[in-house]
């Protein structure tokens, strides 16, 4: 029996949305409304990032799902990116102390369901690492807090690739 693959919660703003997304050139630049703020966003990317995003999910190395407060307008999100429906972690458009404390409880019940985890996060890794530090000690979980100004660069989807390969 395959064990399945681990889950990859996936924050946006400061992780794929950054001011300088981009690796080698300029970030792509987009704009995606909010329907939970009533607010037309921009957001920046990498290309190359939402490809493998996109690519690990639907070969099923990874189940890519957001754990963002973009969780509730994931929709318009994925549209734009030109990704495939991803689950989410939660669809309550939460905002502040909430959503920190609904993206930890989400983390929580992937390492509790006994699956492998990555996260993503700018943020939240860093407030609760009192919490998610262990994890990643016996091999359980992958987090990278990216700087929010560049967002998930190159050198960590490979680090992500490796986490993929290596054993549970």
């Keep these: 029996m395959t064990p399945d693959p681990p889950v990859w919660l996936l924050d946006v703003d ?9 690796w080698y050139s ?5 704009q995606v409304y909010s329907t939970a ?18 690519r690990l999910h639907v070969t099923g190395r990874a189940e890519v ?12 999100l994925e549209q ?9 972690a939660f669809t309550e458009p939460f905002t502040g102390p909430d ?23 700018d943020v939240e890794i860093d407030v609760h690492a009192d919490v998610c530090t ?4 016996t091999g359980g979980a992958l987090l990278i807090s990216p700087d929010a100004g560049r967002g998930l660069r190159a ?3 490979r680090r992500i690739e490796r986490f993929l390969h290596q054993q549970p």
């Design 14 to 22: 400061g992780v794929l949305n950054a001011y300088r997304a981009g």
């Design 65 to 76: 799902t957001w754990c963002s407060t973009w969780c509730s307008d994931a929709a318009a």
């Design 99 to 121: 959503a920190s404390r609904a993206k930890l409880a989400a983390a929580q019940r992937v390492i509790a369901a006994g699956r492998r985890l990555i996260w993503t996060d």
């Design 26 to 30: 300029a970030p792509r630049v987009i």
């Design 155 to 157: 050198r960590d989807l």
């Design 80 to 88: 734009a990116l030109g990704l495939p429906e991803l689950p989410r």
């Design 134 to 137: 262990p994890w990643a000690a």
């Design 37 to 54: 703020d009533a607010y037309d966003y921009r957001i920046r990317y990498e290309p190359r990032l939402i490809a493998a995003i996109g």
